[in-house]
């Protein structure tokens, strides 16, 4: 009997997920200080209304709310996150990871719906790292 294949990015316990990691010739902190300051912030999460806190709820000016749960300088943020016309509350975990000569940036995104959700995070995680490479790249 022939055991049916599992599609990518389901899985047993979140649901869909999405993952993307991109590597940089530049240090760990460097990559970790750019993507929260406000410009890096302002790309892959959006404009703020306030500050990003621990255990409070945030929304962007593009209607993205949340709620960060783990914030670990220099290593990774884990946050509740919805877009504004989702009626589900996914999760996202943004790693970088490295030494000081290189580092990789990584978006994890977890609890998505479906299949057609995850290809639409997977294209806005793809474009969100792009612009961040155009502004590092432009920056240094």
Excluded: C
């Excluded at 760990?28 to 990003?52: R, V």
């Excluded at 509740?80 to 943004?94: A, F, G, I, L, P």
């Excluded at 998505?112 to 806005?124: A, C, G, S």
């Amino acid at each position: 009997m022939k055991t049916q294949e599992k599609p990518v990015g389901l899985t047993k316990d979140v649901g869909w997920q999405f993952g993307l990691r991109k590597t940089f010739p530049y240090s760990q902190e460097y990559l970790w200080d750019f993507m929260f300051s406000s410009k890096g912030l302002k790309i892959w999460l959006g404009e703020l209304k306030e500050e990003l806190e621990i255990k409070t709820a945030f929304k962007t000016k593009d209607g993205i709310e949340g709620l960060v749960r783990v914030f670990k300088p220099y290593s990774h943020i884990r946050m509740n996150w919805k877009k504004k016309d989702w009626e589900n509350t996914s999760t996202v975990q943004v790693r970088v990871i490295g030494n000081h000569k290189k580092a990789t940036i990584s978006f994890h995104q977890e609890k998505l719906l479906d299949n057609n959700q995850r290809e639409e995070m997977k294209l806005y995680w793809n474009k969100k790292m792009t612009e961040i490479e155009k502004a590092i790249t432009t920056e240094k």
